[in-house]
């Protein structure tokens, strides 16, 4: 059996120290996880997680150009610690989430931050403010054989030099174990799929030409420049 049209190149990230690549099945990406992020956005305290979905195809393995996306006039980055999942599991006890976990990078959760607030306004979905081309800048994956399960450490971005974003890891609301253990309970998460596990406060916008560089102590940098939209 074949298929009716040529099939596409699976997703995947690159692995540091490693010529093998990492499939990447789903992105699950929580919301409002960094106390003073949840009150820039307009909210406050340990509420229940939420999650949403970019397709995996929103991926820029290893960043580089990104292309200001349609339809918007307000592009936002957030900086966020990427953790990929290395087996599968249902209803995963947070005490044992961390042996499903393949390993860690740096990812971009980039926003078209007014139709974000449309979907919002309106009760509609928020796909078309979070999932769209170019949406998910990625790096290169470090196993967590190699470095383990960073739980602190100095997550930070700068745009054009300039510091936008400073937190750490400890400042999670949702600590990775606990967001694996919550989200096992409503899918059964598959080797393959990665969580994009929340921002810090300094969210904002960027325009064609500026240059990003987020940094995540122990995991490692990605690099990316706004381009021109297609």
């Given at each position: 059996?074949?298929?009716?049209?040529?099939?596409?190149?699976?997703?995947?990230?690159?692995?540091?120290?490693?010529?093998?690549?990492?499939?990447?099945?789903?992105?699950?990406?929580?919301?409002?996880?960094y106390?003073?992020?949840?009150?820039?956005?307009?909210?406050?305290?340990?509420?229940?997680?939420?999650?949403?979905?970019?397709?995996?195809?929103?991926?820029?393995?290893?960043?580089?150009?990104?292309?200001?996306?349609?339809k918007?006039?307000?592009?936002?980055?957030?900086?966020?610690?990427?953790?990929?999942?290395?087996?599968?599991?249902?209803?995963?006890?947070?005490?044992?989430?961390?042996e499903?976990?393949?390993?860690?990078?740096?990812?971009l959760?980039?926003?078209?931050?007014?139709?974000?607030?449309?979907?919002?306004?309106?009760?509609?979905p928020?796909?078309?403010?979070?999932?769209?081309?170019?949406?998910?800048?990625?790096?290169?994956?470090?196993p967590?054989?190699?470095?383990?399960?960073?739980?602190?450490?100095?997550?930070?971005?700068?745009?054009?030099?300039?510091?936008?974003?400073?937190?750490?890891?400890?400042?999670?609301?949702?600590?990775?174990?606990?967001?694996?253990?919550?989200?096992?309970?409503?899918?059964?998460?598959?080797?393959?799929?990665?969580?994009?596990?929340g921002?810090?406060?300094?969210?904002g916008?960027?325009?064609?030409?500026?240059?990003?560089?987020?940094?995540?102590?122990?995991?490692?940098?990605?690099?990316?420049?706004?381009?021109?939209?297609?």
């Amino acid at each position: 059996m074949s298929y009716v049209i040529p099939i596409w190149t699976p997703p995947a990230l690159p692995v540091v120290g490693a010529s093998d690549i990492f499939p990447v099945r789903r992105i699950f990406c929580v919301g409002r996880n960094y106390v003073e992020h949840q009150k820039e956005m307009g909210a406050s305290g340990r509420e229940q997680p939420f999650f949403f979905i970019k397709s995996e195809h929103a991926l820029v393995p290893n960043g580089g150009e990104v292309h200001y996306p349609a339809k918007t006039s307000n592009y936002h980055y957030e900086t966020e610690l990427v953790v990929a999942i290395g087996k599968g599991g249902r209803r995963i006890p947070a005490a044992k989430a961390t042996e499903y976990v393949y390993g860690y990078a740096v990812g971009l959760d980039m926003t078209r931050r007014d139709l974000q607030q449309v979907g919002k306004d309106h009760g509609r979905p928020w796909d078309f403010g979070k999932n769209f081309d170019e949406a998910a800048p990625c790096s290169a994956l470090v196993p967590a054989a190699k470095i383990g399960h960073p739980a602190k450490g100095a997550i930070w971005l700068q745009v054009n030099g300039k510091e936008r974003q400073k937190a750490d890891l400890a400042d999670m609301i949702w600590s990775v174990p606990e967001q694996i253990a919550y989200l096992s309970d409503y899918y059964t998460l598959e080797a393959g799929d990665v969580i994009f596990a929340g921002t810090p406060a300094g969210v904002g916008p960027v325009k064609p030409g500026d240059e990003l560089h987020a940094h995540i102590d122990g995991v490692g940098d990605l690099k990316v420049k706004v381009v021109p939209a297609l």
